[in-house]
């Protein structure tokens, strides 16, 4: 049961950063939610760092959906345990930039919170 669960919400994050990645395309003012106050979206410059950072979400999400279509859940936690770097990461950046504590903690701290429960459960599993 708990496994199921730990999948379903792998999958979720697999999506959300499918999501996020595909966004930074249609909507690159988006990029303001990340936490890091005065983001320049409107910067050419700035655009394709954020389209590289969008690739790259991309890449991640069909990541966890291949392990999870073909891998064992303990090499799927593993991977999660790894991949929970991505956003603790995330959240020093928003701290270190003085952006908003509410997101660093709220979002990037309880993604990594959620991820680290989620490898603990496929790894015991």
């Given amino acids: 049961m708990l496994t199921t669960i730990a999948n379903v919400l792998t999958g979720l994050i697999g999506a959300g950063c499918v999501l996020m990645g595909a966004r930074v395309f249609w909507a690159p003012r988006g990029a303001t939610g990340f936490g890091i106050p ?3 979206t409107g910067d050419p410059t700035f655009q394709a760092w954020l389209k590289v ?3 790259r979400d991309i890449a991640a999400g069909v990541f966890l959906f291949i392990l999870l279509a073909g ?3 303990h090499l799927l936690g593993w991977f999660m345990l790894a991949a929970t770097g991505i956003p603790v990461g995330d959240a020093l950046i928003v ?3 003085n952006g908003p504590r509410a997101i660093a903690y709220g979002v990037h701290g309880a993604t990594a919170a959620v991820m680290l429960v989620i490898s603990v459960v496929l790894l015991i599993s």
Avoid: F, I, N
């Fill in 71 to 73: 891998a064992t859940p």
């Fill in 38 to 40: 005065g983001t320049p």
């Fill in 95 to 97: 701290l270190r930039s």
């Fill in 53 to 55: 950072k969008g690739v």
